[in-house]
């Protein structure tokens, strides 16, 4: 068995990225002055780098076994989820190290036909050498899909917020989820991520089997920490988040709040669940504000 591969690369926490996420999730009420703390998956946004366009892939990702990926015999590739424990805040505009470490291939059985999982553990360090953050990745291969398109794009942008107004009622909070594929690509750019199936809509239709654009993985998870965030949950010591189910451009979506849990569901008589995200709270002995 292989080494794990692994790199180390120096990064600002951008403050140009982190406003532009701030502007999409409408959080108007967030400090982005310099040194302030990133919410929690923020780093997501404040850290993400274009891969170089000749590592890319004909779905819009780096090639399989390109950086630190290893080389799999699957060729779909989506974000299953993962967990993240924050040590330390992560300022706004400092400079950072980030490390990431790409484990070996794990051969599954899932419901719909052999899977390969891939985790991938990143570290994030201040210039002391502190750990500010470390996550495990869960990323998931499996074959191509053989269904045909059904949903086209909408026409237009939506006019209201991406994350609606909430609404209480007896232990649980909902707030609406709307997207369109204006949000699905600004949320693409800042993540740094040209992956086809979330901004190309024949592509993801006729080449991967679709019905439509799919809504990103850490944009649910991001949703679910922000709206976390709203309801007054103080910032996490640990945080976990699956993909349950994808979520299709457009398709009515709702981020619950129920005891401590956050989801993402379509309502309706029969709710299906697309995310789930779980927080740990920090004791406030550790809280560093």
């Not at 996420?21 to 274009?50: E, M, N, Q, S, V």
């Not at 609606?164 to 800042?190: C, I, K, M, Q, Y």
Request: glycine share 8%; proline share 10%.
């Amino acid at each position: 068995m292989s080494a794990p591969r692994q790199s180390s690369v120096d990064r600002v926490v951008d403050p140009i990225a982190v406003a532009g996420l701030a502007d999409l999730l409408g959080a108007t009420d967030l400090d982005l002055r310099a040194g302030a703390p990133l919410p929690p998956l923020w780093h997501w946004i404040a850290l993400a780098r274009w891969a170089a366009p000749e590592t890319l892939g004909p779905d819009g990702h780096p090639r399989l076994g390109t950086g630190i990926m290893p080389k799999v015999a699957l060729p779909r590739r989506m974000f299953g989820g993962g967990s993240v424990t924050f040590h330390a805040p992560i300022p706004l505009g400092d400079n950072v190290t980030v490390t990431s470490r790409a484990a070996e291939p794990r051969e599954r059985e899932g419901r719909t036909g052999p899977l390969i999982l891939v985790d991938v553990t990143v570290e994030v360090h201040d210039r002391t050498g502190e750990l500010l953050l470390e996550e495990v990745q869960n990323i998931v291969y499996t074959s191509a899909r053989t269904e045909s398109s059904t949903v086209e794009p909408a026409s237009e942008p939506l006019a209201d917020n991406l994350i609606g107004s909430a609404e209480t009622a007896a232990d649980e909070t909902r707030r609406n989820l709307r997207t369109d594929p204006v949000r699905l690509a600004r949320f693409s750019a800042l993540t740094a991520n040209s992956h086809r199936i979330h901004l190309d809509w024949p592509y993801a239709t006729r080449a991967e089997g679709y019905p439509g654009l799919v809504v990103h993985g850490p944009l649910m998870a991001v949703a679910l920490a922000e709206a976390a965030r709203r309801d007054g949950v103080a910032p996490p010591r640990t945080l976990r988040h699956r993909g349950l189910a994808p979520l299709f451009c457009g398709e009515p979506a709702q981020l619950v709040s129920r005891q401590g849990t956050f989801e993402v569901v379509s309502p309706g008589p029969e709710p299906r669940v697309h995310a789930r995200l779980e927080l740990d709270p920090t004791p406030k002995a550790e809280r560093r504000e």
